[in-house]
């Protein structure tokens, strides 16, 4: 009896946060797009509700949950991008009405963090739609949270697709979301005096100019980064990770001559996130900086540029992440419907003027040759066209603390970068 009073709890506590969310729907005989709600009218809604009341025989409700940034309600132009695609879809199936829940990806009540509480505890009060990026896509996926697409729509069977966003979107051969939203890292530069972006580290080294990056990131991103462009394999012939000591140590080599040469300050081994990061590149600390083409897409300065990220070599290689409408729904039929309302949020056309709009990049190849950032589409196209994919879960939690480790003390000159790269590999290599 306990366990039956536990979800009977948590689905009402579900339901009453429910309250008030914005919903975009449908009446029984004609159809109608719904509003959402300024203020208290003569129905008694509560702020922020939508004036509509469903009936036993209307339409059937679909529910996306989905991050603040995302919300079709706010007052952003991708917002009402967004919304105005849900009730374009809305018009075409009048048999169906949209229900939005905003909810922060991550922490307690987050969309993780519900997903798995409802899943064991309420099914039914699952979405049916929920925006997740890659990292949570993974996780969620292999905790058997979402549904894969396969059987639902062929969707990814079409060309018209970068490779990355593809690999966004599966898991184990499998695909789990369709991606409306990709991202990826670059270099950004102050465009002072005859500045021009380093192709690699030695053009870095006679330049002279400092170069942000979060050195203390517990992933360490940026290092993983150089590790693969230098050749790095991340998993040895049995799939486990792995780090070679010889093409790690060409990496932090460089770091050590940029240690020295004062392009990479010892302060550097203070930052531990891409905000930080972005914030010494604001400050002026530094007149370049790694960091993600969102974060530079959504706050860029007037006086500034971006450029691929320099490596050993000089060949593009970056690392890319992305949102993807995922299916969370136990519900066979609820499935079908939200396969094909992700699919109409993926349409390159609405694509193109959307992710413009919100500060990402495009996912379609035709949505980057429409995109309103027409001086920024050679170098997303380049970018793009030459990136991995995010590591998986359990290369990060690998080696990201051993690369931090390494990274840290060679900038701060407190190991050489043979011992540094050699104690790394030992780390992550031992058993």
């Known amino acids: 009896m306990k366990a039956v009073h536990l979800i009977l709890a948590f689905c009402l506590l579900f339901l009453s946060g429910c309250a008030g969310l914005p919903q975009f729907g449908n009446e029984t005989g004609p159809s109608t797009t719904a509003t959402q709600a300024s203020g208290t009218g003569t129905s008694g809604n509560p702020p922020g509700t939508v004036d509509i009341t469903p009936t036993p025989t209307g339409p059937v409700t679909l529910t996306i949950w989905l991050p603040p940034e995302f919300d079709p309600a706010a007052d952003t132009a991708h917002g009402q991008l967004l919304r105005a695609r849900l009730d374009d879809f809305l018009e075409k199936r009048r048999d169906l009405r949209i229900e939005v829940r905003v909810k922060a990806p991550d922490g307690p009540g987050g969309i993780l963090d519900t997903l798995t509480t409802a899943s064991a505890a309420a099914p039914l009060a699952l979405p049916d739609l929920v925006a997740v990026p890659r990292p949570m896509?993974?996780?969620?996926?292999?905790?058997?949270?979402?549904?894969?697409?396969d059987g639902l729509s062929s969707a990814l069977d079409d060309p018209d697709w970068f490779d990355y966003a593809r690999q966004l979107s599966r898991v184990q051969n499998s695909t789990f979301g369709l991606p409306f939203a990709g991202d990826a890292v670059l270099l950004v530069y102050r465009e002072d005096g005859e500045r021009t972006p380093p192709p690699n580290w030695q053009a870095a080294l006679d330049a002279?100019?400092?170069?942000?990056?979060?050195?203390?990131?517990?992933?360490?991103l940026f290092t993983l980064l150089q590790y693969q462009a230098a050749g790095g394999a991340v998993r040895d012939g049995e799939g486990r990770p792995y780090l070679d000591a010889e093409s790690l140590e060409t990496v932090l080599r460089l770091y050590r001559e940029a240690s020295q040469a004062g392009i990479s300050p010892f302060?550097?081994?203070?930052?531990?996130?891409?905000?930080?990061?972005?914030?010494?590149?604001?400050?002026?600390?530094?007149?370049?900086?790694?960091?993600?083409?969102?974060?530079?897409?959504?706050?860029?300065?007037?006086?500034?540029?971006?450029?691929?990220?320099?490596?050993?070599?000089?060949?593009?290689?970056?690392?890319?992440?992305?949102?993807?409408?995922?299916?969370?729904?136990?519900?066979?039929?609820?499935?079908k419907h939200a396969a094909q309302l992700a699919e109409f949020l993926t349409e390159s056309s609405f694509l193109a003027e959307w992710t413009a709009a919100a500060g990402y990049l495009p996912t379609r190849p035709t949505a980057l040759e429409n995109w309103d950032n027409p001086e920024l589409v050679p170098l997303a196209n380049q970018i793009l066209s030459t990136a991995g994919i995010y590591p998986p879960a359990d290369i990060l939690t690998r080696t990201g603390p051993a690369l931090e480790q390494a990274t840290v003390e060679v900038l701060k000159q407190e190991s050489s970068p043979a011992n540094a790269a050699q104690a790394a590999a030992e780390a992550v290599n031992t058993p």
């Open 137 to 149: 896509l993974e996780a969620s996926a292999l905790k058997g949270l979402l549904h894969p697409y």
């Open 208 to 220: 002279g100019d400092a170069i942000s990056f979060a050195a203390a990131d517990p992933q360490s």
């Open 267 to 335: 302060w550097l081994t203070q930052l531990e996130s891409d905000e930080q990061a972005w914030e010494s590149f604001q400050d002026r600390r530094a007149p370049i900086v790694i960091t993600w083409a969102s974060t530079y897409l959504q706050n860029a300065p007037s006086d500034s540029s971006a450029a691929p990220v320099l490596t050993t070599n000089g060949e593009p290689f970056t690392i890319t992440n992305g949102w993807v409408w995922a299916i969370a729904s136990p519900q066979s039929e609820k499935q």
